[in-house]
C-alpha cells in the first residue's frame, strides 16, 4: 500500500483503504460543492471518478471554486477539466471519466451508471429528482449536498446560512421522503424557461434583492463537501453506518441530526428502488425534459 496512505490506514486499516480505492464514485455537478467533494476524494485515495458538469467556469466562481488558477480563461475553461487536474496533481494514475454535459443525456446516464457511489451536488430540485430515481433505479448509493441560506422574503434579513447532507442508500430513505426535495419546485423548474423567467425569488428572496443570484461562499461549501465525504469515507471502510441526514447551521456554529424519519411506504422507496430500467427514468432524456439544463 502506498505510503501517502498510511495517515488514513491508521483510521480505518488497510482492507478499508481497499475498499476506497476499488469504488467507482460519480460526482454529478463539479460546481462549488462538488469541486471540494473532488478534491477530498482524491486525497482519500478512489480509484475512479466520474466527472458530470456541463459548465464552464465563469468570473462569478473565482471566489470558491477549489483547483481553479488565476489565469484560466473565462469563458472557455470547462469545469470537468479543472476538476480532472485538480485530481491528477493528487494522484496521476487515478481512471477519469469526463462528460462535460447535462445529466440528462444518454451518456451521462449509462456514466452514472457504472459507479457504485454517487455524490449529488446540484442546485436545482427537478435534476436533483432525476438523480434521485436514476440511483434508486440502479440501486446507487446517493450523497446528496446542498448548501443554502434563509433569507427574509421581504426584507432579505438572512436567518441562517449553512447546508445539509443526505445519504440513500439500500431503499431505506430517499430525498422524497426525507422532505428535501419539493415536487411543486422541481414541477415548475421541468415547465422550461418560462417558467424560470415567471419565479418570484432565488433562495426565497426576491430577485430585486438578489439581482438574479444567491450567496455562495467557499468556507461554507468546504464544510458540507466535508460532513457528505466523512459520511461516504466510514459507510465504505466500515466505520460506522453513516447519518441519513446531517443539517449545518452556520449562524449557531453547529451541525444537527433531524430526528424525524422516512415518511413511511415511500412511493419512490418501494416502487422504484431496485426497478432498473422498468423504473423508465430514462423517460428524462425525452425533449420534454431534455432542455432543462439552467442552473442559476
Same mark, same amino acid.
Given at each position: 500500500?502506498?505510503?501517502?496512505?498510511?495517515?488514513?490506514?491508521? *483510521?480505518?486499516?488497510?482492507?478499508?483503504?481497499?475498499?476506497?480505492?476499488?469504488?467507482?464514485?460519480?460526482?454529478?455537478?463539479?460546481?462549488? *460543492?462538488?469541486?471540494?467533494?473532488?478534491?477530498?476524494?482524491?486525497?482519500?485515495?478512489?480509484?475512479?471518478?466520474?466527472?458530470?458538469?456541463?459548465?464552464?467556469?465563469?468570473?462569478?466562481?473565482?471566489?470558491?471554486?477549489?483547483?481553479?488558477?488565476?489565469?484560466?480563461?473565462?469563458?472557455?475553461?470547462?469545469?470537468?477539466?479543472?476538476?480532472?487536474?485538480?485530481?491528477r496533481a493528487i494522484d496521476?494514475?487515478?481512471?477519469i471519466l469526463k462528460v462535460?454535459?447535462?445529466?440528462?443525456?444518454?451518456?451521462?446516464?449509462?456514466?452514472?451508471?457504472?459507479?457504485?457511489?454517487?455524490?449529488?451536488? *446540484?442546485?436545482?430540485?427537478?435534476?436533483?429528482?432525476?438523480?434521485?430515481?436514476?440511483?434508486?433505479?440502479?440501486?446507487?448509493?446517493?450523497?446528496?449536498?446542498?448548501?443554502?441560506?434563509?433569507?427574509?422574503?421581504?426584507?432579505?434579513?438572512?436567518?441562517?446560512?449553512?447546508?445539509?447532507?443526505?445519504?440513500?442508500?439500500?431503499?431505506?430513505?430517499? *430525498?422524497?421522503?426525507?422532505?428535501?426535495?419539493?415536487?411543486?419546485?422541481?414541477?415548475?423548474?421541468?415547465?422550461?424557461?418560462?417558467?424560470?423567467?415567471?419565479q418570484e425569488s432565488i433562495?426565497?428572496?426576491?430577485?430585486?434583492?438578489?439581482?438574479?443570484?444567491?450567496?455562495?461562499?467557499?468556507?461554507?461549501?468546504?464544510?458540507?463537501?466535508?460532513?457528505?465525504?466523512?459520511?461516504?469515507?466510514?459507510?465504505?471502510?466500515?466505520?460506522?453506518?453513516?447519518?441519513?441526514?446531517?443539517?449545518?447551521?452556520?449562524?449557531?456554529?453547529?451541525?444537527?441530526?433531524?430526528?424525524?424519519?422516512?415518511?413511511?411506504?415511500?412511493?419512490?422507496?418501494?416502487?422504484?428502488?431496485?426497478?432498473?430500467?422498468?423504473?423508465?427514468?430514462?423517460?428524462?432524456?425525452?425533449?420534454?425534459?431534455?432542455?432543462?439544463?439552467?442552473?442559476?
Amino acid at each position: 500500500m502506498d505510503e501517502r496512505f498510511a495517515r488514513n490506514i491508521a *483510521l480505518f486499516g488497510a482492507e478499508g483503504q481497499q475498499r476506497l480505492l476499488a469504488t467507482r464514485v460519480a460526482v454529478v455537478g463539479v460546481g462549488g *460543492l462538488g469541486s471540494h467533494v473532488v478534491q477530498q476524494l482524491a486525497f482519500l485515495g478512489i480509484g475512479h471518478f466520474t466527472l458530470v458538469e456541463p459548465e464552464e467556469l465563469d468570473m462569478t466562481n473565482r471566489n470558491r471554486y477549489i483547483g481553479s488558477h488565476w489565469d484560466d480563461p473565462v469563458p472557455g475553461t470547462p469545469k470537468v477539466d479543472i476538476a480532472e487536474r485538480l485530481i491528477r496533481a493528487i494522484d496521476p494514475d487515478v481512471s477519469i471519466l469526463k462528460v462535460p454535459t447535462s445529466l440528462l443525456t444518454e451518456q451521462a446516464f449509462a456514466a452514472v451508471r457504472q459507479c457504485q457511489w454517487v455524490f449529488g451536488c *446540484l442546485d436545482d430540485d427537478a435534476i436533483r429528482l432525476v438523480l434521485t430515481e436514476l440511483c434508486l433505479a440502479y440501486r446507487l448509493r446517493l450523497v446528496d449536498l446542498a448548501s443554502d441560506v434563509d433569507r427574509d422574503p421581504d426584507s432579505g434579513a438572512i436567518h441562517d446560512y449553512g447546508g445539509r447532507v443526505c445519504v440513500c442508500q439500500d431503499g431505506n430513505g430517499c *430525498l422524497m421522503c426525507m422532505g428535501t426535495i419539493d415536487p411543486r419546485e422541481a414541477a415548475r423548474q421541468f415547465e422550461g424557461d418560462g417558467a424560470w423567467r415567471d419565479q418570484e425569488s432565488i433562495y426565497g428572496v426576491g430577485k430585486s434583492v438578489l439581482d438574479g443570484t444567491g450567496p455562495s461562499v467557499v468556507s461554507i461549501n468546504g464544510v458540507i463537501a466535508s460532513l457528505g465525504v466523512t459520511e461516504f469515507m466510514v459507510a465504505v471502510t466500515d466505520l460506522r453506518p453513516p447519518q441519513r441526514h446531517l443539517v449545518y447551521h452556520g449562524r449557531l456554529g453547529k451541525v444537527t441530526v433531524p430526528e424525524e424519519p422516512p415518511v413511511a411506504k415511500c412511493w419512490y422507496c418501494r416502487s422504484v428502488f431496485g426497478a432498473g430500467a422498468a423504473a423508465e427514468v430514462e423517460r428524462y432524456l425525452t425533449a420534454r425534459y431534455s432542455s432543462f439544463s439552467r442552473r442559476p
